[in-house]
């Protein structure tokens, strides 16, 4: 048998989620492992191959209710070959609307066989108010309580029994989800020119001159890396957002289960 953890997590949220369901499957199984950590365009560039011998767990972060959009191809060309798969998607404290059912659909539509799935929520991109310091440990918790069952449910190799939150018709994408010209301003004093921002970006947004080359996602890791706080969002949708969400969505949401 063989362990993968993959995930796609700019701000490392999605990263702890998927760490922590992945720690107790790796310490109950002792398998061959392998850590897949699609951020970075390169990353998504190869291709990724899976046999029936495959346990996927795979985290993506919530965009507008729904998978990120970069990740669509992505998952459409990974090979599952009947390999089990256990989905997660992790959200900033609003909701997960339909991007956990989305995650199973292309999944199962890649060829995997998808055995559990779960909802978690990380600090929003947006604001450290929506969502603070999260996952936290009662967080980390559940998400082992989650692995154990996962686990037991991916050794039957059975589909998820409960019907999972969200699906078809999928929320719209809002024109700000693909609207171009949304980078965080750098401020000149601040700015150390040490390329933190270039080296997290997972599309390769910024040039060295960190100048704007037209693909960013608004995912917010220039914002949260720079050591200096030198970038911020200045865009309007984006600052919306934030009052919106900080007026309307601090209220703690708890995980949810499909096993
Ligand atoms: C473009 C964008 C759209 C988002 N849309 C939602 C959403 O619809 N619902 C929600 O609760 N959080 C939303 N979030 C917040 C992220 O899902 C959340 O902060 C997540 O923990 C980020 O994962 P990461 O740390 O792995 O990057 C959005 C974030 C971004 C950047």
């Keep these: 048998m063989r362990l993968t953890l993959m995930y796609f997590s700019p701000t490392h ?3 702890k989620v998927v760490s922590a369901v992945g720690k107790v499957f790796f310490e109950k199984l002792l398998c061959e492992t392998r850590i897949a950590d699609i951020t970075s365009l390169a ?4 291709e990724y191959a899976f046999g029936k011998d495959d346990v996927l767990i ?6 507008g209710g729904r998978v990120p959009p970069l990740l669509l191809p ?18 900033g404290n609003r909701d997960y609307d339909d ?5 199973c659909g292309l999944l199962e539509k890649s060829g995997f066989t998808v055995c559990a799935a779960a ?5 929003h991109s947006y604001s450290c108010e929506v969502g603070r310091g999260r996952p936290d440990a009662e967080d980390i918790l559940a998400a082992s309580t989650f692995a154990l069952a996962a686990l037991e449910k991916t050794a039957t190799g059975a589909k998820i029994n409960k019907k999972v939150r969200g699906g078809f018709p999928y929320k719209e994408y809002s024109p700000f989800m693909t609207a171009a010209k949304r980078m965080p301003a750098v401020d000149a004093e601040k700015c150390s020119h040490c390329g933190a921002c270039i080296s997290v970006c997972p599309v390769c947004n910024i040039a060295a001159d960190l100048s704007d ?13 720079c050591a200096r706080g030198a970038r911020a969002f200045i865009e309007q949708g984006v600052l919306a957002a934030k009052e919106k969400l900080e007026k309307n969505c601090t209220a703690r949401r708890t995980p949810e289960f499909f096993i």
């Design 74 to 91: 992505f998952l459409a060309k990974l090979r599952g070959g009947g390999a089990r798969a256990v989905a997660l998607s992790v959200y």
């Design 213 to 225: 080359q037209g693909r960013c996602i608004a995912c917010a890791a220039c914002v949260k890396f």
């Design 119 to 123: 909802a978690f929520i990380g600090e």
């Design 99 to 103: 991007a956990l059912a989305e995650t």
């Design 43 to 46: 990353a998504r560039m190869r």
């Design 13 to 15: 949220t999605t990263k």
């Design 58 to 63: 795979f985290g993506a972060p919530v965009y």
